[in-house]
């Protein structure tokens, strides 16, 4: 009997969540067989079979969190018989010698981060003081539903969601100990949100479980909103001379690189491009300062099962449309296939996303904290247009920005979005 253990995916990835299995008890497996799914915080990877036999034990449930390390089944020699059902409720597999807490709907939980102490004595997760500096909270106050009453994550979104948060020095003071970055200020509004009453579901309704990935993009699309100030702009492009030298060229491009020949790299040069021209739109809010990024590294967003993913294109600006067009291919591909690495999804200073592709027209993004800037690629449509004083037939294609009020103004905004339109109208096979 060989027991399969939760895996580390990252190097300070310390939990994952089983997302779901795809081997059911009593299945045989094969070596490098894909056995379950894990999710993490940032990427959700299928996880293969360490060993051949027969899957005989579930140890972890679809949807249970559990430290790295932690036993998630068992594997008997092949043709071995399921092992016989547990009454026991599956565990969060955490140590032994520590036992875990038990909530009031019979769920146990697990700390959701490496602890560290602060000079009171009380142990906090990373995730947990940076959503404290980021809402102001006193954690103190707060009752914890982690091991041991320790405050969760979940704790702390509930209780600003609750609107029960409120900005105080003892909060603040209580929110940054241990805080490597600088505090920023968050609205009152952002602070005072109330969660929206929902009714239980009814006859013929389907409930879906929110997987880890869900979740993450729900925290982090709510911390976008609540933390940075939005603004948007938008302009259109005329493509039709781009449209007519890509019909020329996408033969040849396919026949020489491999891969087909879109419009996403020529935009993610054109933005690169124009990031060299503007370059405090690759930058980041810090609190007490601004950091510009000299590193150019573009997300692109790519649409899978479970919602959108952004890996990461790192120093694009010194890439070939070639280069850029297979590294789309090549980090889309693992999006689909759950191969991500957490090092391909980390450290973007830019995202573009390629709404046009789902027939969107305009699109108002939310910005990928900390980036400062999201822009977005509209479907390319043919419309009447007027070419020197007459009215003609043109391919016309919408670019969305979202902006980062703290770092930039409208008026860089709008001629960096400039600069990229020009690129495109004026593409001759290079930015």
Request: aromatic residues 4%; contains cysteine.
């Amino acid at each position: 009997m060989a027991t399969v253990k939760m895996p580390q995916l990252g190097e300070t990835v310390t939990e994952g969540t089983v997302g779901r299995w795809l081997k059911k008890v009593g299945e045989a497996v094969a070596k490098y067989e894909p056995l379950l799914e894990v999710e993490t915080d940032k990427v959700a990877s299928e996880i293969p079979s360490p060993f051949a036999g027969t899957l005989t034990k579930i140890l972890v449930e679809e949807g249970t969190t559990v430290p790295v390390g932690a036993a998630v089944c068992e594997i008997g020699e092949a043709g071995a018989a399921p092992a016989p059902r547990s009454s026991e409720p599956v565990a969060s597999a955490a140590p032994a010698s520590t036992p875990q807490p038990v909530t009031s709907n019979g769920e146990r939980t697990i700390s959701d981060r490496p602890q560290v102490a602060t000079p009171d004595g009380v142990r906090y997760s990373p995730v947990v003081r940076r959503l404290a500096r980021e809402h102001r909270l006193d954690l103190r106050q707060l009752s914890g539903s982690g091991r041991g009453g320790r405050v969760t994550a979940k704790d702390v979104l509930h209780h600003v969601e609750s609107g029960a948060a409120r900005f105080s020095p003892a909060a603040q003071t209580a929110a940054s100990i241990s805080a490597p970055a600088p505090m920023e200020r968050v609205t009152p509004a952002a602070a005072h949100v109330k969660p929206v009453p929902v009714a239980p579901p009814a006859e013929g309704d389907t409930t879906v479980r929110v997987t880890q990935m869900r979740k993450t993009i729900a925290e982090h699309m709510v911390l976008s909103k609540t933390t940075i100030p939005h603004a948007w702009s938008m302009v259109e492009a005329d493509l039709t001379d781009l449209v007519k030298w890509r019909e020329r060229e996408k033969e040849a491009f396919k026949t020489r690189e491999g891969v087909n020949l879109t419009y996403l790299p020529v935009v993610i040069l054109a933005v690169c491009a124009a990031l060299r021209e503007f370059p405090m739109v690759n930058a980041t809010w810090a609190g007490d300062k601004i950091i510009v990024r000299k590193q150019i590294n573009v997300g692109i967003a790519v649409d899978i099962e479970d919602g959108l993913v952004v890996p990461v294109i790192k120093d694009a600006d010194h890439m070939s449309l070639s280069g850029v067009a297979r590294k789309i291919v090549d980090l889309a591909g693992k999006a689909r296939n759950r191969k991500l690495t957490l090092e391909e999804m980390s450290d973007g200073t830019i995202t573009v996303d390629n709404t046009g592709a789902l027939g969107s027209i305009a699109s108002y993004p939310i910005i990928n904290p900390p980036q400062a800037a999201i822009i977005t690629t509209e479907a390319i449509v043919k419309r009447p247009w007027v070419v020197n004083d007459a009215i003609a037939i043109r391919s016309i294609m919408n670019l969305c920005l979202s902006l980062d009020h703290r770092v930039l103004d409208g008026s860089v905004a709008s001629r960096f979005l400039q600069s990229v339109k020009h690129r495109l109208e004026t593409f001759t096979g290079s930015p």
